[in-house]
């Protein structure tokens, strides 16, 4: 994958201060790579390189996030910015009923298929749409249609192969008005690439009915081509948006970002089949995890990131500002929050401040095992003792250590590591949260 790749290129960077442009090439030339295998435009790819390329030479390298991972990390930010971001891609319905979307694309894009998935997805939001064949050329295409209405309990306009589309159009617009419909779904003819007589039938389409959505239907599976296709329907028609369909095979769908750069023009679905209940809402980041084929490095890092609560951090940091001190209720919160996230080994290394805290004690990391001992042994302790470890003489100790199960070697073990981990924490504290979290979020 492309963490394990970039983990390699960053293998020899360690120990050094910031990243320079040349320890970060070889990175790039991996990602770039990567974009191409999933089917990004080259052109997208290029600019996108150079984005990530001024965004990581001169970051600083943290000790305990790898290198590979920041960048993944910045790599895999760009790109759901490139998405989109957290936009909203949700259908534009805000126009007097019944509102016309229409959709359009080349012949076995899945133009027919996202018309009933469109359809469930909107009867399920409780609305009442009207199906209308318009692609009068393909032979059963209207019967098609049908079929999917049928299926759906969703009823489909009785178009006529002998009628011209844009008639169908006029008639199902009216028909709609008069019988209370919310929503029309307009699915047209396409053909093998684009053709000036068909975009000449879809712009006469397109000005008769002024549709809310002209959604342009894209087969994952075609790659790169479908950004030429789609630059030459969004030229000519203007789209609003994208379904991206077939995700569900081999395609990696770096055709929806290359789309989405080149036209401006949001992805809004993703088919994942082709049954009808088969098409997803577009998330950026799902896409984006796809694409790089590293969903597990960055649950990893979101995981971090959420677990490691910042308002404890903070919590913390105001603390040591009034009273200098780190004391024994502060470390077993710390180490709760690294148990959270699950595996220690893991996780250690990419919580900044945590794992290089660890590293500098005595021992390297605790086991899972030791981390409940520690845990007893605090827990067996008295609040007092807690807020000042300097009380805690013999007797407290063999008390402490009966308690907890352990032996006084044990708690010793444990006072002398948290000693270590008081002057840590006191370098630490000059960074500030916003240093300590700045390391995680890369
Ligand atoms: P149209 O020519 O653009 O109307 O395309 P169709 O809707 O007729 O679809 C062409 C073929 O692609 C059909 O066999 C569909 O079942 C299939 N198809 C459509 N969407 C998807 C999808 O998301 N995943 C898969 N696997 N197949 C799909
Ligand atoms: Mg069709």
Same mark, same amino acid.
Do not use: W
């Given at each position: *994958?492309?963490?394990?790749?970039?983990?390699?290129?960053?293998?020899?960077?360690?120990?050094?201060?910031?990243?320079?442009?040349? %320890?970060?090439?070889?990175?790039?030339?991996? !990602?770039?790579?990567?974009?191409?295998e999933?089917?990004?435009?080259?052109?997208?790819?290029?600019?996108?390189?150079?984005?990530?390329?001024?965004?990581?030479?001169?970051?600083e390298?943290?000790?305990?996030?790898?290198?590979?991972?920041?960048?993944?990390?910045?790599?895999?930010?760009?790109?759901?910015?490139?998405?989109?971001?957290?936009?909203? %891609?949700?259908?534009?319905?805000?126009?007097k009923?019944?509102?016309?979307?229409?959709?359009?694309?080349?012949?076995?894009?899945?133009?027919?298929?996202?018309?009933?998935?469109?359809? =469930?997805?909107?009867?399920?939001?409780?609305? /009442?749409?009207?199906?209308v064949?318009?692609?009068?050329?393909?032979?059963?295409?209207?019967?098609q249609l049908?079929?999917?209405?049928r299926?759906?309990?969703?009823?489909?306009?009785n178009?006529?192969?002998?009628?011209?589309?844009?008639?169908?159009?006029?008639?199902?617009?009216?028909?709609?008005?008069?019988n209370?419909?919310?929503?029309?779904?307009?699915?047209?003819?396409?053909?093998?690439?684009?053709?000036?007589?068909?975009?000449e039938?879809?712009?006469?389409?397109?000005?008769?009915?002024?549709?809310?959505?002209?959604?342009?239907?894209?087969?994952?599976?075609?790659?790169?081509?479908?950004?030429?296709?789609?630059?030459?329907?969004?030229?000519?028609?203007?789209?609003?948006?994208?379904?991206?369909? /077939?995700?569900? @095979?081999?395609?990696?769908?770096?055709a929806?970002?290359?789309?989405?750069? !080149?036209?401006?023009?949001?992805? +809004?679905? !993703?088919?994942?089949?082709?049954?009808?209940?088969?098409?997803?809402v577009?998330?950026a980041d799902?896409?984006?995890?796809?694409?790089?084929?590293? @969903?597990?490095?960055? *649950?990893?890092?979101?995981?971090?990131?959420?677990?490691?609560?910042?308002?404890?951090?903070?919590?913390?940091q105001? +603390?040591?500002?009034?009273? @200098?001190?780190?004391?024994?209720?502060?470390?077993?919160?710390?180490?709760?929050?690294?148990? /959270?996230?699950?595996?220690?080994?893991s996780?250690?290394?990419?919580?900044?401040?945590?794992?290089?805290?660890m590293?500098?004690?005595?021992?390297?990391?605790?086991?899972? =095992? &030791?981390?409940?001992r520690?845990?007893?042994?605090?827990?067996?302790? *008295?609040?007092? &003792?807690?807020?000042?470890?300097?009380?805690?003489?013999?007797?407290?100790?063999?008390?402490?250590?009966?308690?907890?199960? *352990?032996?006084?070697?044990?708690?010793?073990?444990?006072?002398?590591?948290?000693?270590?981990?008081?002057?840590?924490?006191?370098?630490?504290?000059?960074?500030?949260p916003?240093?300590?979290? +700045?390391?995680?979020?890369?």
């Open positions: *994958t492309l963490s394990d790749k970039l983990d390699l290129v960053f293998k020899k960077l360690r120990g050094q201060g910031v990243m320079t442009e040349d %320890n970060v090439k070889d990175a790039l030339r991996e !990602v770039r790579l990567a974009l191409l999933a089917d990004v435009n080259f052109k997208v790819v290029k600019d996108f390189v150079e984005k990530v390329r001024s965004r990581a030479v001169g970051t390298v943290l000790q305990s996030l790898a290198p590979g991972q920041q960048v993944i990390k910045i790599v895999h930010d760009e790109l759901v910015l490139l998405m989109g971001g957290s936009e909203d %891609n949700s259908l534009d319905l805000a126009a009923p019944p509102v016309a979307i229409m959709l359009v694309g080349l012949q076995g894009a899945g133009k027919t298929t996202s018309c009933g998935k469109l359809a =469930k997805h909107l009867k399920g939001q409780r609305k /009442k749409p009207l199906l064949p318009a692609d009068v050329y393909r032979p059963a295409a209207i019967e049908k079929v999917l209405g299926q759906l309990d969703i009823e489909v306009f178009s006529l192969a002998t009628q011209k589309p844009l008639d169908i159009c006029r008639e199902a617009h009216r028909y709609a008005t008069l209370g419909f919310d929503v029309i779904i307009f699915d047209t003819a396409g053909r093998h690439q684009i053709d000036d007589y068909l975009m039938e879809l712009e006469g389409i397109r000005d008769e009915l002024a549709p809310r959505e002209i959604l342009f239907v894209a087969d994952a599976m075609t790659g790169q081509e479908a950004v030429n296709v789609a630059q030459g329907f969004n030229e000519r028609l203007g789209i609003t948006g994208v379904i991206l369909t /077939k995700l569900d @095979g081999d395609a990696k769908g770096g929806a970002l290359s789309i989405k750069a !080149v036209t401006g023009k949001p992805v +809004k679905f !993703v088919g994942l089949g082709e049954k009808l209940d088969a098409l997803d577009f998330h799902r896409l984006v995890s796809r694409i790089l084929g590293m @969903g597990d490095v960055l *649950t990893l890092i979101e995981k971090a990131q959420a677990t490691f609560d910042e308002k404890e951090t903070e919590r913390l105001q +603390k040591m500002k009034k009273s @200098g001190q780190f004391d024994l209720e502060d470390f077993r919160n710390q180490l709760q929050q690294i148990k /959270k996230m699950g595996s220690l080994e996780i250690m290394n990419l919580i900044p401040g945590m794992g290089k805290a590293k500098q004690m005595q021992g390297a990391q605790p086991s899972e =095992k &030791e981390l409940k520690i845990e007893a042994i605090i827990d067996s302790m *008295t609040p007092k &003792e807690r807020a000042n470890h300097t009380i805690i003489n013999g007797s407290r100790r063999l008390r402490i250590a009966k308690g907890s199960g *352990t032996s006084i070697q044990e708690v010793n073990q444990l006072l002398k590591r948290f000693t270590e981990a008081q002057k840590v924490v006191k370098q630490l504290q000059k960074m500030g916003k240093g300590l979290m +700045k390391g995680m979020k890369g």
